[in-house]
């Protein structure tokens, strides 16, 4: 049976090992697209791209494994397990909300815009998406201010 052999670095008198490496920081829910990308690094990539390209209304592409595409306008909500997008498809005139479960989502990408006028492109200074609680608190009855009775 033998031995395993340890590697033993010897350093010169007065040289110090390097710390080592910083771990990379990782989300959380283990997933690449999740509450922290929505909430918190699209907004800033989008703008990042769009000070990068010049572009006034970036078109946010979010792709899911069922092969549908979302053309993103905004953020309406978020939660851990999914995301409400504020969406427009190109042949459709009218906005949609979209409810994505992070473990649906592949692919986002961001692009400098559409050539067409219709309202395609990612809202940049649009307020943080509220936090949505998907626990239902019971909301508090208040008490009945009661009659007063009539004095004889």
Known sequence: MTQPTQ???????????????????????????????????????????????????????VMTVDGARHYV?????????WVALHTTQPDHTHAVQTFVPYTTIYRVEIHPGSDDRRQLGFVLNAPAPPRINPVLEEPVAEPRPQAKKKSK
């Open 7 to 61: 590697r033993v670095l010897y350093l010169p008198p007065g040289v110090v090992a390097a710390p080592p490496p910083a771990p990379v920081p990782q989300s959380q829910s283990g997933l690449p697209f999740d509450r922290a990308f929505f909430e918190q690094l699209l907004p800033q990539m989008v703008a990042n791209f769009c000070h990068q390209v010049e572009c006034a209304a970036p078109l946010v592409e």
């Open 73 to 81: 306008n905004g953020i309406s909500g978020v939660t851990d397990q």
